[in-house]
């Protein structure tokens, strides 16, 4: 009984308890777990029944929150009111602004509408086009974590599909008289597409539009493309009223692609040109095509197409070369073409026609000819060589070749080719004949076989880009009315110059003071050219050098000291370029060999004069011994001393000559007999020693006989009387004595008036001598 009532009591008291704290002491946030729609607004209840005061503050992930935002109610409830919410979770919490005592938290998450919904009617690949079977819609839906079941609704809220992803698709090729069997009656539909988690369920905006316009047809199929000489042709299935096509180059995938649009005319002949294209190359095409209000299809698949070469799309040129008329009567003649690209795979076709006297014979000869070049041969009248297609026959250029000797065609005269400053860069001009010239072609080559050439309308041209160091023959043609006059070529010509890659260097001869270095060059390159050769020589660390110009082969080095190592190299510059030869050493001599030379020949000289004299004497003197008394036959001289003093001076005077001279020679073989008194170098002692041998008997005589001549008129008389004189074996051995030096016959004029004292001491003197 009485546990009973305790219990009852207990009850009581706990129940009492209850109510009385119930309303002061509990503090809460609600709602709890809050879903709400982004950019939706959200109200938040804070009971602040245990708190002293009903003052509180909120935070939103910590962070305080506005106080406007708050609104007490009443004692116990504030209500938060947040508008726009667009966080996709944070927590909210209420603190008492007492004690900052934490009373309650929510934490709210938002979700979105499904947005951005695209949908699309479209067809099975490899189903023929018609009433679509497939709908397929696809939006945009952010969710964090949680699955999401999606619908896709009409109007009517009929269910066209499901789906867990964000899209979604309604397939009716198995069902009968299915939704999208009627979509097509309706100009508008609208659909929304719903989505569904277990905490929220939204409906996107509905989705409005027009079946037709969102149709999208399947590819074409079947595309042909047929390249023809100036164009690609399209062909596909099925015609549709909108089609697009598009092509690119297949070495260009980067490059946006070039698309045409087919017009109605075109989708009435079910064939696109496409018109642009260059020559030669690889193409890839694909279209598209759409219903008339429908979607684009997806583009075909991309075929590849080759294109042929389009005469109306290249840049060609054609040129011949002609050779000189064979005795075959034939001439050869080289056709070469270039812009024709290198990857074209068309076969070429010359085609010549003769021309006899300005008309046409109506003969024509095909050529089949390689990729850039063509042979054919044709006679002595002129010629048009015409360059086609070989199986389209399509004509791409003609080239004139003149008749043999036409005088009635422009001629260009005297083709001028300088250097220019710029390495391989040849500058050509020329001169022209009256005749009308429209341009003129300038073909070059270095080797023959390929050959450049360009068109100017000027009278000069420059080459550039040539090899380096090349010779070049340049070729000059004027053209008038596209046919061409007569060529003019220039002489090959260099299209640089360098030096030569080898110097070879010798030392010839080497004396004590001098040596001559003596060099060689080799090249394999015909274009050389040195402006200049410097040698440069060096002993005991002294270098020198010496520049000579680049016409020299060699040169004397001269001061060089005797006895001494020297090496010496040799440096060829050019335009450009500067080569230098290896080393090469060599040694003067202690004496100069030349000067042994001259010493022994003088030497030897001197011994044959001495011999000669000696033996001269030596007959004089045996001619004296014999005749010891002077010829009676003198006395007649008396007879002249009667008539006249200065007559005897006179008949004197030529013996007097004679014996300077004698006087004279003596001095001259002191000078030549002084061997140790080298003032003049070996070579010069050798010639002058040489012409004095050579000169010596006329130059003697020639003096002696003007002398004689000059001094006494009567001479002839003198020479008369005197031929039998014993004294002529002096003149016969004057002739082995030296002539007098110039210095020496000034001396013996001044000496002129002591002459006649010498007469008669001269005779005793040479008879004294022997
Ligand atoms: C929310 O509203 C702002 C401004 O009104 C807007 O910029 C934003 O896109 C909206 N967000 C969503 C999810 O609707
Ligand atoms: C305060 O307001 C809330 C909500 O409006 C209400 O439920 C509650 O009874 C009110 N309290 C008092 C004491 O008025
Ligand atoms: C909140 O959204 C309303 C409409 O929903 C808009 O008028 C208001 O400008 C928005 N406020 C902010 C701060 O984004
Ligand atoms: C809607 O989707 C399409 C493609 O699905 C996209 O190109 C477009 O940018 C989207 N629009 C927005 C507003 O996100
Ligand atoms: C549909 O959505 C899934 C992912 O949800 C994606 O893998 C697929 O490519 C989408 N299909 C289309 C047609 O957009
Ligand atoms: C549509 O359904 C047919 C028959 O079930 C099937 O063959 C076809 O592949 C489906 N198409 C798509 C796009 O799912
Ligand atoms: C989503 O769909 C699947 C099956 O289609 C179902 O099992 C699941 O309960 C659904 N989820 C929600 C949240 O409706
Ligand atoms: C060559 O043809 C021209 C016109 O083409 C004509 O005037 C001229 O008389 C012709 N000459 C000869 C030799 O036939
Ligand atoms: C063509 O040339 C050949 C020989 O070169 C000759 O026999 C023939 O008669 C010519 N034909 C014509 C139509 O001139
Ligand atoms: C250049 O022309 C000369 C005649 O002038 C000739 O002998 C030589 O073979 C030609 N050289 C080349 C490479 O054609
Ligand atoms: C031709 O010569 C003239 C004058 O000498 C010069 O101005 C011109 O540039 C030259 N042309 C070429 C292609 O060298
Ligand atoms: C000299 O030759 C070198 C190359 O060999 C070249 O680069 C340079 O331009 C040349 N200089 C002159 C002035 O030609």
Redesign the pocket.
Known sequence: MSLFSIFVVAALFLSLCDSFKGPHVICDVYPKDLYVEQNSSVEIVCQTSCSNNGKVFWTLNGIHISESLSKTINATHTVLSLRNFTQSSAAVQCHSSYGDQLLGGVTIRTYSKPKNITCVLHYDVNKPNGVPKLF?C?WEHHMDSSQTNYTILNNSSVEICK???????HNSTRLADDILDYMYFFNSYTIKVRAKTQYWETDSDPYVFDPHSITKINPPKNLKITPSSEHLSVKWDPDEPRCQVKYYKTSEPDKAPEVLWTNPSDFSISVFTIEEVESCINYNVSVRCASERGLWSEWSPEKTAFTKLSRSRIRMGLWRKVAELGKNGKRKVHLMWKGIPSTCREAFLVKQVAYNDNTTTGNYTYTSCGSSSCDVDVDHRSHRLYLTVSDSGALLDSVYVPAVGDASLPEVWSIKTTKSRMRGVIQVSWNVSEKPVSSYIIDWTHDGCRYFWKETTFTNATLFGLLHRTPYNITVTPLFNNISGHSIHANPFCSSMGVPEDIDVKVEEVDDKSAFVKWDIKSQNPCNDVDTYTIFYEAQGLQHNVSVSGSEDGVWLKDLKPNTHYNVRVQATGDNETNMSSKVHFITNKYDPRLIKALSICGGILVVLVLSIGLTCAVQWKKFNDKPVPNPRLSSVAKWLTQSHAKVEGFFQPTTDQIENQVVTGKTQRNRGAPLTPVRNGNDCDTSFSSLQENEPEERFSETSETQLLSSPEGSMVFSSSQSSPYRSQDTAEPLLEKPSKSDLGKKQEKTPMKSLYISLNMFEQSDVR
């Open positions: 397929t696809s789906s867990q992803g964000v899209n979604c698709t």
